[in-house]
């Protein structure tokens, strides 16, 4: 979730705020959270003709909802008298007097906080009270009232399967209405997940985000206002060892075979001219259990791939291709010198990493400050990784997607803690008793895809990293202002990382 404040006010119309300030910080719930101020601000009216402040929280960039100061205090309140005193973090107090430009900028920084604050805390953030307010702000800022309506969810396969929902259906009610169509066995609901994503014309598949327990899919996917954005079932899990799970019913064995069929064909999963000729065997033969055992052997199954992206490793400005999977992310560098390497980083090995972003002007020739017209979002994934048994180094990552990468490391890190801990990835999603979920009697089967097209002969091989990499810090913070500037709070900790030694390397 990316989340931006924005002040509004009367009393300073179009008067730009002092330089922009970001707090952000990837979470320890199975989500990421980057919350930050806009320039600029504007006159709202209220019902009786006055003006207040307003601040809008975006996610991915794109705009969640719009709620008021007092809005806030209200949940603050709420979350106060729920959980006590002890627990909240500090709000910023009411005003008597109209709000100087310094007191603008000060509750907006004390906002900053609070809102990262209680998202990241593990009780706050996951508590029904404090999503239910995002997703109903977020309904409300949307304007789309509470009806019926039919969405459409996308399979691997390309099939759409369309459910009756209520606009003010939550995800986990919308994946629940998915996994009914489907004739999905309630205990297996839990091993898949909805993923916004956006196909371009050529085909090509970009994973903006998961979608979170705070938000709407249907008023997501609606505020978006383009065909090219849609709503992926696939499974939510990366240990392959679960796949035993969910291939002895029939619903899930076809979902998790129609994924791999559409990674081999997308190029996300490597196979060469034998084994292709393997897998289209037993695709004639309707052998989906092999099928899938035999892509299980295959280097990146269950890996997604993200798009090519920018990284200062194993130099500055190098083009990189990120994909995610067992419990890594997985480079593919493009070096300075047109040399192509290939080189892995252990979740495990990560001691800490951070999601952060800035306003950049698009480069129109001039130099004047970011306005809403001329800016774009830059976002970076940075890591502090152990490359050595006493070495730890910054690798950053600039991309659209960081804070995508950022929620796929942290469901491997949670998806490790539970297996340490000799528990289990499955879940029963809460059961809805209101009748607000429409289950149509009709109940659709997925297809199977179609044969497996040809391998392309002219794909680039990727030559290995064989050497140690030098040390590199990360953009934008010196030594100094890392001590003095970054938080700890500002840093997602891994409860997963464990120390090595030079011969695991």
């Known amino acids: 979730m990316v989340v931006t404040l924005q002040e509004f006010s009367s009393n300073w119309p179009g008067t730009a705020f002092p330089g922009l300030k970001l707090v952000d910080e990837a979470l320890k719930a199975s989500s990421s959270s980057v919350v930050s101020a806009d320039r600029h601000c504007k006159v709202r009216s209220g019902e009786n003709g006055s003006t207040y402040v307003a ?3 975006h996610v991915n960039g794109v705009l969640h909802c719009r709620v008021r100061y007092s809005q806030l205090l209200g949940l603050h309140e709420q979350i106060k008298k729920e959980y006590g005193s002890n627990v909240v973090p500090a709000f910023p107090p009411k005003k008597i007097f109209t709000l100087t430009p310094a007191e603008v900028e000060q509750r907006r920084e004390q906002l900053e906080k609070y809102m990262q604050a209680v998202r990241q805390d593990p009780l706050l953030g996951t508590s029904e009270m404090f999503n239910s307010f995002l997703r109903k702000a977020q309904q409300e800022t949307q304007q789309i009232p509470t009806e019926e309506v039919a969405l459409d969810i996308c399979l691997s396969n390309g099939q759409k399967v369309t459910v009756n929902i209520l606009t003010s259906d939550q995800t986990e009610d919308v994946l629940e209405a998915v996994a009914t169509k ?3 066995s309630d205990d297996l609901v839990g091993y898949f997940s909805l993923f916004l994503i956006r196909e371009s014309v050529d085909g090509g598949l970009t994973f903006v985000r998961k979608l979170q327990e705070f938000e709407l899919p249907y008023v997501s996917i609606t505020s978006l206002q383009s065909s090219e ?6 499974k939510s899990y990366w240990d392959m060892a679960y796949d035993s799970d969910i291939m002895e019913n029939r619903v899930s064995l076809n979902l998790l075979y129609a994924q791999t069929v559409s990674d081999i064909e997308r190029g ?18 309707g052998s989906k259990k092999e ?10 199954y269950g890996y997604i791939k993200f798009d090519p992206c920018i990284t200062d490793f194993p130099e500055k400005g190098c083009h990189v291709i990120v994909s995610a999977g067992n419990n890594e992310l997985n480079f593919h560098v493009k070096l300075p010198n047109e040399q192509m390497k290939e080189g892995s980083f252990k979740v495990t090995r990560m001691r800490c990493w951070r999601v952060t972003s800035s306003q950049v002007p698009i480069t129109n020739g001039t130099t004047n400050p970011c306005s809403s017209s001329k800016c774009e979002v830059k976002l970076e994934l940075a890591f502090e990784y152990l490359m050595s048994k006493d070495r730890l180094q910054w690798v950053t990552i600039t991309s659209p997607q960081a804070i995508m990468m950022s929620i796929c490391l942290q469901s491997m890190v949670d998806e490790l803690m539970v297996k340490k801990s000799g528990g289990s990835i499955k879940k029963m999603l809460r059961k809805r008793h209101n009748g607000s979920i429409h289950r149509p009697d009709s109940q659709q089967a997925v297809k ?11 794909r680039e091989q990727i030559v290995k990293l064989s050497t140690k990499l030098s040390s590199v810090s990360l953009r934008g913070i010196s030594a100094s202002n890392l001590a003095n500037d970054i938080s700890g709070n500002d840093f997602h900790g891994n409860y997963a990382f464990e120390g090595i030694g030079d011969d695991d390397l």
Do not use: A
């Open 291 to 300: 099928f899938i055992h035999l892509g299980q052997t295959l280097k990146y």
């Open 229 to 234: 954005f849609q709503i992926l079932l696939r």
């Open 55 to 57: 601040y809008n929280i």
């Open 268 to 285: 996300w999963i490597l196979v060469n001219k034998d084994q292709h000729r393997q897998l289209k065997s037993l695709q004639e033969k």
């Open 182 to 184: 489907l004739d999905l």
């Open 448 to 458: 199977s895809p179609p044969l497996l097209d040809s391998p392309d002969p002219n």
